[in-house]
Structure formats: C-alpha cells, structure tokens
Nanobody, 127 residues
Framework: QVQLIESGGGLVQAGGSLRLSCAASGRTLSSYGMGWFRQAPGKQREFVAAIAWGGDNAYYSDSVKGRFTISRDNAKSTVYLQMNSLKPGDTAVYYC????????????????????WGQGTQVTVSS
C-alpha cells in the first residue's frame, strides 16, 4: 500500500509560480515510480511529469517542458512539482500517482496504469 497526500495548490496570476508537494508513505516506495497528472473540468486526466525515486531521469509533457520541474526528496519521501510561468490553461486539479517501477518505466505517462492516487490539489491561474 502507498498513501499519497498532495498540497500546495492555490490561486495565482498568469506568469506566477506555485510548488506542489506529494508526501508519500508505504513500506516499499523504492518499488514505485511517481507521476504528476492534471485534470481540468470536462477533460481527461493528463500527464504532466514523472520521476523515479532513484536515478536522474525526469519526464515531462510537451505542454509543460521548460516551465515545470519535477524533483524528489528521498529523505522526506516527497515529490515536488515546481510550476513557473503559469498560464490560464494550466488550471486543473493536480494529482500525484504511484505505479510499480517496472511498469512505470514503459507507461509513466499513462494514468490508467497507476495503482495509487492522492486526493488532488486545485491550481487556478487567472488571466
């Protein structure tokens, strides 16, 4: 079992920044890869970024590449999403997910493959 708790959402003006946090708990976190997804009203859940607990690789969707940065703090079992240059189109509920690592390697951008999800945190970007 993995428990995920997101925080850090809020209301920000276009061009501003927010940092989301995902606190993870569970016995075997190193067996999982982590991802951030977002879902806007009336739309499907969309991949944003992904990272493993080990190694240096991070993955991003084209829509956020260069503006968002995913990182982790292994000691705190926390994954972060630093969001800069925010746009109104980034408005959504942001979710943190965990997927078994071997599957995550091939399907990190596919929300259907993730086993565990947090409750989500709302990000609203005003124009």
């Amino acid at each position: 079992q993995v428990q995920l708790i997101e925080s850090g959402g809020g209301l920000v003006q276009a061009g501003g920044s927010l940092r989301l946090s995902c606190a993870a708990s569970g016995r075997t976190l190193s067996s999982y890869g982590m991802g951030w997804f977002r879902q806007a009203p009336g739309k499907q859940r969309e991949f944003v970024a992904a990272i493993a607990w080990g190694g240096d690789n991070a993955y991003y969707s084209d829509s956020v590449k260069g503006r968002f940065t995913i990182s982790r703090d292994n000691a705190k079992s926390t994954v972060y999403l630093q969001m800069n240059s925010l746009k109104p189109g980034d408005t959504a509920v942001y979710y943190c997910g965990a997927d078994l690592f071997l599957r995550w390697l091939n399907f990190y951008s596919d929300s259907a493959e993730y086993d565990y999800w947090g409750q989500g945190t709302q990000v609203t970007v005003s124009s």
